[in-house]
């Protein structure tokens, strides 16, 4: 069965600190997708990326990165330099692969709470 | 921001009653989908849709029942509410996975309370 874990309930820390948000995944598929989503105060989800299992190329967008390891079953998320504006819930989601009957049904980790303290 | 409106925001409502949360998009996506979020449970998926008059069950479907007629618009019904579908209720939309896009756009939530 699919699952995602993210095991960091809740993390604070200081504004301009470097963060890593963990995901860890399991799945059955050889082809699969990976999501992070962020869920500020007032409660809307946000997409933030979107990583295929075939590509582990990193990610750099601004201020957020994504490291994407097969071989760990991992995608964590790294913010650099935080601000008091990343304080939010992150959620990693796993979604099937796509080919006959797949639907994009997304599975979600239980999030971390990000709090930036100014 | 994806056209995706969500009615009612908030409902209060007592146990044994009938609800019906309306998820509605103009972004003419085929695909569309209920997730209900619980502090420790992240989203899990209630229902979907892959077109109109084609839904199917998710992970947490039992006590709900869900009818598409129009592409735009996605009825969630909480056929006898309970209090433990005291919850937030997002709904999602997508392009078919042909497409190869395959992120979730979401709502802005309906928050219902059960007592």
């Known amino acids: 069965a699919q699952k995602v874990t993210q095991a960091q309930t809740e993390i604070s820390v200081v504004e301009k600190e470097d963060v890593t948000l963990d995901c860890v995944y399991e799945?059955?598929?050889?082809?699969?997708?990976l999501f992070w989503y962020k869920q500020p105060p007032s409660g809307e989800l946000v997409f933030l990326i979107r990583?295929?299992?075939?590509?582990?190329q990193n990610e750099i967008s601004g201020r957020y990165s994504w490291n994407f390891q097969k071989s760990t079953s991992s995608f964590n998320f790294t913010i650099t330099a935080s601000q008091v504006v990343d304080s939010a819930v992150y959620f990693c989601a796993l979604s099937e692969a796509p080919g006959g009957g797949a639907t994009n049904k997304l599975i979600f980790g239980t999030g971390t709470l990000l709090a930036v303290q100014p | 921001d994806a056209g995706i409106t969500q009615s009612p925001r908030h409902k209060v409502t007592e146990t044994g009653t009938p609800v019906t949360l309306r998820c509605h998009q103009t972004?003419?996506?085929?695909?569309m989908y209920w997730y209900r979020q619980d502090p420790g449970h992240g989203l899990r998926l209630i229902h979907y849709s892959y077109g109109v008059k084609d839904t199917d069950k998710g992970e947490v479907s039992d006590g709900y029942s869900v009818s598409r007629s129009k592409t735009e618009d996605f009825l969630l019904t909480l056929e006898s509410a309970t209090s433990s579908q005291t919850s937030v209720y997002f709904c999602?939309?997508?392009?078919?996975?042909?497409?190869?896009?395959?992120?979730?756009?979401f709502g802005p939530g309906t928050r219902l309370t059960v007592t």
């Open positions: 990583r295929n299992s075939f590509d582990e």
């Open positions: 999602a939309i997508s392009e078919p996975p042909s497409v190869g896009t395959y992120e979730q756009y």
């Open positions: 972004e003419n996506h085929r695909y």
């Open positions: 799945t059955r598929d050889t082809t699969y997708y």
